[in-house]
């Protein structure tokens, strides 16, 4: 039963891809899975299950209520941004972008319930499959191929990861489950430990994956609005979290993870600040903030990342929805030209809820989770909390100027917003104002008990500098949305190129080069050796003319001299296959190759006629190397 | 019932050498041939049965212990399914304007009888015979109904793999001759390996056999031939040449070498692992570079018989433990038998390009997924599978390996990995050239596959995704367990 969380969407997704129809059709199947798929995941919690995958192999999964906070989570913003998709995104190729959502959401609760690192790495591969099929949904446009390429490859680097820990936990345990994992110690401990970390931080969108991020901003809006918030970027931190009990144990762990999280919400932020593009700027402040999560895990407080990555998936995907219906009104992304807050001002009430949410400002629920997280890495030390206090001061800044760039001033403009965004958009608004809740102490004792995390307790000057600096990143914001930046020269601090100049290009000219070296050089191999076979042949057969024509003249001749030239085919190939490239090296290829492989090739067809006395020639021609091989050996 | 499997498609072959049929009729005998021997060896799956079953056994030669020896074990009849319904589907495949069509379809059925033949063979000497006569088949198939430069191909494919059949036929001889009883029964052998004692010879023997059967695989650096006999040859040669014959080769190795020379093998296993690393990363990076459809795919072959080599390698390491070794041996069957099914639906995709443009150059390509969506589909999915997405068959297979590989060559494994990222480079980028961007003015007219070519790739990607999703019943047929040489407790 537990599997039908990721069957479910997958199947229908393949049906609703297969089936097409309205928009209407669409949305309303669409939602009514997604709330199925809710219905399961709120029933489900502690249920378990396994498939008899392979031999070796037994799939697990298991819903602990870490991981049913997340699956539940996961069909919830699915189910808003479906509305969404279906009143806002194109009508051509909507049933394909509606099934293939489906279908992404399947892998990731595939990813949220494994309970072994073989289910895991299968929903994990099929969530990086899915995305690129929904970055590159807009196919006939230039820029999504490469893109959508680029974020695969980039995040299949990091699955690498993920590899690499699966088969150190089998080598040493035998098994693939996540106890197996706890089980581990010494260099395989290390080695999944930081495996895994690779491949979080990979789909998590961190320093130095990053730019795959800004590049997936190639796909529709409603694809970044659900790949931002609940899957993809969010199965990094999730699955940190998840196995987190395992992992801190390996040496470095924590640090390791609190120095990426904490390096990129900092970079994250400053990419946002300056990014003048409206979904660029939300792309960068999702790396940040997950790496707020992942910091959290390193700080050793998982249910505090899990709480954050369900306040800012609420937060996330209503903003690109808000930036979505921007786009529609205005017809372009850039913050610079927008200010359209009275033509939509529901929309713009509603993003604003969000950007305080994001910006951490009290009483919304993004100001609870990241005063927990700054708390908790109280823990760790001065100097972490400090990062994740200017990380903070950098989100206010990047969120309140998103929003007063897109809805503050007032440009008049004939326009309107479509009853189904608003639908998908009051959703999520809704969550993010029911999860401010958070901030009761009732409520985030409760909640952090559920999922089996104790809460960090923070000092009041933390606390209080904290807030400053959410309050100067705010008058920042401010000040920013009103300065008119240009847009930065370089995307990802120029990461993006750096990846194109130091790896992609150089890749590209390498298998250039050994493309050439392969059908130069290593074909010389066959070419040197058809090579000295023809000669040697030819050379018997001079000698057979010449002498043993002479003392046997007759009918028996013929065969004679297919049976030497066997023998010395034989021969010369054995010979050859060692020597032909030192020979070809030496004396490079003549122009007559082609002609002599000819002449080799029609002498031994000869012996190829498939009548079985040629056979038999040719086995006795063996039969006395075989001998001399024993003779020689012996 | 395996001799009939053999029989009926050489059987058909001779029918069509001698009657004259048209095109329609040559069809159908051929594909109702190659349907029959895959419902004969169904027949031998569904009677079950441990180590070699459905054997059969007539003199030949006795003097030299040669005998008409047929019987299969989980490897080879799953390996003969595989062949068996590949067969099939090429033989149904639609080809328009063949000429010469009745000639056409009796190699076709000669070469299916030929290769059931080869994996269902108990005796060296027959293995031999339809090893090379294999190479007769599929000589012709390239050079007289390939395109470009066909003849060369087909000449250069043929003298390279002879050269490499030689050898085998050395090794073999030299094999026999260490029986304490002259015979050329596999069995026999398999019970009692012959040259078991270290020294010169047994380490030239199984030299001889590796350079043989690796031309075949093929392995890098002997792997040259592969590219230009696929593209020029016809698509659905291509798809056998992948899916069946090269698949020889790699059984070659598992059943000859592995399992009759296991100590030699066991000291040899590191340098033969590495060179399948090295045929993984070269065969993905050369790939990556190719602007040609079927080059591209042709030298993806060189990287998938990689993970091949190296999984049979770790096989008959002795090292590590012996789960480990039978993760890696599961794997590298399993690998065959997904490659056969996936780059076989990826050649035949190629042939239906080839049929509609008489072009391979990808830059001339683009867009295509508007005129032609059920191509654009059918191809993403077997790239998809190609490039080992869970889910797929070759996802299962490169798991087996990976993890077998690293319990006995951690770095090796590490290593081999890095083909998994390029082959996924180079597969999204042949994807989006051929059907993403803007269609050129001169592929307007493109048409999509046929109903009949969809149904025939579908039955292909059908058995990927089933393996993918649920491989335990091909796990079981194989049973690695039963081939794993028992050298490991003798050190």
């Not at chain 2, 789960?323 to 050649?347: D, K, P, Q, Y």
Request: aromatic content about 8%; charged content about 10%; proline content about 5%.
């Amino acid at each position: 039963m537990i599997w039908a969380l990721a069957y479910l969407p997958v199947l229908a997704g393949l049906a609703i891809w297969a089936s097409g129809g309205s928009r209407i059709r669409l949305g309303a199947s669409g939602a009514v899975t997604a709330m199925v798929v809710l219905g399961l995941a709120v029933g489900l919690g502690g249920a378990t299950g396994r498939h008899g995958w392979s031999e070796a192999f037994t799939l697990h999964a298991a819903l602990p209520p870490l991981a049913q906070a997340v699956a539940v989570t996961v069909p919830a913003i699915l189910l808003a941004v479906t509305l969404f998709a279906a009143a806002h995104e194109a009508a051509r190729g909507l049933p394909r972008l509606i099934g293939l959502m489906l279908i992404f959401t399947g892998g990731m609760e595939l990813v949220v319930i494994a309970a072994d690192l073989v289910t895991l790495l299968i929903g994990w591969e099929i969530v990086g499959a899915c995305s690129w099929a929904l970055i590159g949904h807009k196919w006939r446009e230039r820029a999504a191929g490469p893109s959508a390429a680029f974020a695969f490859v980039l995040t299949r680097a990091g699955d690498l990861g993920l590899f690499l820990a699966l088969m150190a936990t089998v080598a040493a345990t035998g098994r693939a489950g996540y106890d197996a994992l706890g089980a581990l110690d010494g260099w395989s401990l290390t080695l999944a430990a930081f495996g895994l970390l690779v491949a979080a931080v990979s789909k998590a969108g961190q320093v130095p994956f990053a730019p795959w991020l800004f590049r997936a901003m190639d796909g529709p809006t409603s694809v970044s609005a659900l790949l931002h918030s609940a899957t993809m970027v969010a199965a990094g931190a999730y699955i940190l979290a998840r196995l987190h009990p395992q992992l801190s144990a390996a040496p470095g762990f924590g640090i390791a993870a609190m120095g990426i999280g904490l390096a990129t919400a900092i970079l994250g932020g400053v990419v946002a600040l300056r990014q003048t593009h409206a979904k660029k700027l939300l792309a960068g402040s999702t790396s940040a903030q997950t790496g707020l999560m992942i910091a959290a895990v390193g700080a050793g407080y998982p249910a505090v990342a899990v709480l954050h990555l369900i306040v800012h998936a609420a937060t996330k995907s209503a903003l690109f929805l808000a930036a979505g219906i921007a786009h529609r009104a205005t017809g372009s992304f850039d913050l610079r030209m927008k200010g359209i807050g009275r033509s939509l001002p529901a929309t713009a009430a509603m993003a604003a809820v969000a950007a305080l949410s994001l910006a951490a400002v009290p009483p919304f629920a993004g100001g609870w989770s990241k005063e927990a997280i700054v708390r908790a890495l109280e823990h760790a030390s001065v100097f972490w909390a400090a990062a994740g206090i200017a990380a903070g001061g950098l989100g206010a800044a990047y969120a309140t100027r998103f929003a007063v760039s897109l809805f503050g001033k007032c440009f008049a403009r004939e326009t309107g917003e479509a009853r189904g965004e608003l639908a998908g958009l009051a959703v999520l608004v809704a969550g993010t104002l029911g999860l401010s809740a958070l901030w009761l102490p009732w409520m985030h004792d409760r909640a952090a008990e559920w999922l089996g995390g104790d809460l960090p307790a923070g000092t009041r000057a933390g606390f209080i500098v904290a807030l400053a600096a959410t309050a100067f990143g705010v008058l920042a914001g401010l000040r920013a949305a009103r300065a008119g930046w240009p847009a930065p020269q370089r995307d990802w601090l120029g990461l993006s190129a750096l990846y194109e100049h130091g790896a992609i290009r150089p890749f590209r000219r390498c298998a250039e080069a050994a493309a050439r070296f392969d059908d130069g050089v290593v074909d010389m191999i066959p070419r040197g050796t058809a090579r000295i076979a023809a000669s040697l042949a030819r050379f018997a057969s001079q000698v057979d003319d010449h002498a043993i024509d002479g003392l046997a003249p007759g009918g028996a001749s013929r065969r004679m001299q297919g049976a030497i030239g066997g023998i010395a085919a034989g021969m010369a190939a054995l010979s050859g296959l060692g020597a032909g490239l030192g020979e070809r090296l030496s004396d490079l290829i003549p122009s007559g190759t082609g002609r002599v492989t000819g002449m080799a090739g029609a002498d031994l067809r000869r012996l190829q006629t498939g009548l079985a006395h040629h056979y038999y020639t040719i086995l006795v021609a063996g039969l006395a190397l075989a001998l001399t091989l024993v003779i020689i050996g012996g | 019932m395996l001799t009939f499997a053999v029989l009926v498609p050489l059987f058909a072959a001779l029918l069509l050498a001698f009657v004259p049929v048209g095109h329609a009729a040559a069809r159908a005998i051929a594909t109702g041939a190659a349907a029959l021997a895959l419902l004969a060896l169904v027949v031998t799956w569904i009677g079950g049965g441990e180590g070699f079953r459905a054997v059969a056994e007539v003199p030949w030669i006795p003097e030299l212990g040669i005998a008409w020896r047929v019987g299969v074990d989980g490897m080879s009849l799953a390996l003969a399914l595989m062949s068996a319904l590949l067969f099939a589907v090429t033989t149904a495949w639609p080809m328009e304007d063949l000429p010469d069509a009745r000639a056409y379809y009796a190699w076709m059925a000669f070469l299916a009888g030929v290769s059931i033949g080869l994996f269902v063979t108990l005796d060296l000497i027959v293995f031999y015979v339809f090893f090379d006569l294999g190479l007769v088949g599929m000589y012709f198939l390239i050079g007289r109904w390939g395109h470009g430069e066909a003849q060369h191909a087909a000449l250069k494919f043929f003298v390279y793999t002879l050269a490499g059949s030689l050898l085998i036929l050395i090794g073999i001889i030299a094999l026999a001759l260490n029986m304490p009883e002259l015979t050329f029964d596999m069995r026999a052998m398999i019970g009692s390996p012959p040259l078991a004692a270290a020294g010169m010879v047994p380490g030239l023997v199984f030299l001889a056999f590796v350079v043989g059967f690796g031309i075949k695989t093929p392995v890098f650096p002997v792997h040259t031939w592969l590219p230009p006999a696929h593209v020029n040859a016809p698509g659905p040669a291509s798809a056998l040449l992948a899916g069946v014959l090269l698949k020889m080769g790699a059984y070659g190795l598992i059943r000859i070498p592995l399992q009759m020379m296991p100590e030699t093998f066991a000291r040899w296993a590191l340098p033969l692992a590495i060179l399948g690393v090295v045929s993984i990363l070269w065969g993905s990076v050369v790939a990556f570079a190719q602007d040609n459809l079927k080059r591209r795919i042709a030298y993806t072959s060189v990287n998938h018989m990689g993970y091949t080599v190296l999984g049979i390698a770790v096989a008959g390491s002795a090292l590590g433990s012996e789960t480990a070794r039978e993760l890696a041996l599961t794997g590298a069957v399993v690998e065959m038998i997904a490659h056969g099914l996936i780059t076989g639906a990826l050649f035949l995709i190629a042939g239906a390009v080839w049929q509609r443009t008489q072009d391979y150059h990808l830059p001339n390509f683009g867009g295509l997924a508007g005129p032609a969506p059920r191509l654009a589909g059918v191809a993403t999915l077997a790239a998809f599978a190609s490039l080992g997405l869970p889910g797929l068959a070759g996802f299962v297979a490169e798991l087996h390996i990976f993890v077998g590989a690293f319990g006995v060559y951690p770095w090796l494994a590490a290593i081999g990995l890095l083909g998994i990222v390029i082959t996924a480079a180079l597969f999204l980028g042949m994807l989006r050239q051929m059907f993403f961007g803007v269609t050129p003015p001169e592929r307007a007219g493109f048409a999509d596959l046929t109903g009949l070519e969809l149904g025939l790739l579908a039955v292909l990607l059908a058995l990927v995704v089933l393996i993918g999703l649920w491989p335990a019943w091909l796990l079981g047929l194989v049973d690695a367990g039963g081939i794993l040489p028992l050298a490991g407790a003798e050190g």
